[in-house]
């Protein structure tokens, strides 16, 4: 499994903007699809986004298509999730996953997990 820490979660107004990293321990991160996670207490976790392994095919929840962008650089082994025009119903703990395999599946192909980052989105 790959070691995942996520950073740059916080407080931020509605509208605005935050920029997720996760960094990963592995070198081979490039033959991995990344993705990001959500989860608020009482709900089921939910996908917001995900990347192949080459980073040619990106994934979107509906609810955030438009406004949020997954991207990731192989050579420092880091996934991004930039966030823009948040809202409130944004605000969860964002979980980094690394699949097994390169392309994107189904969730339980995420087999590695970053412990979150808080988002707390005011209004």
């Known amino acids: 499994q790959v070691q995942l820490v996520e950073s740059g979660g916080g407080l931020v107004q509605a509208g605005g903007s935050l920029r997720l990293s996760c960094a990963a321990s592995?070198?081979?991160?490039?033959?991995?699809?990344m993705g990001w996670f959500r989860r608020t207490p009482g709900k089921a976790r939910e996908f917001v986004a995900a990347i192949t392994g080459s980073g040619s095919s990106t994934y979107y929840v509906n609810s955030v298509k438009g406004r949020f962008t997954i991207s990731r650089d192989n050579a420092k082994n880091t996934v991004y999730l930039q966030m823009n025009s948040l809202k409130p119903e944004d605000t969860a703990v964002y979980h980094c996953a690394a699949s097994w395999r390169g392309n994107i599946g189904a969730e339980t192909d995420f087999d590695s997990w970053g412990q979150g980052t808080q988002v707390t989105v005011s209004s």
């Open positions: 592995e070198r081979t991160l490039r033959s991995r699809a």
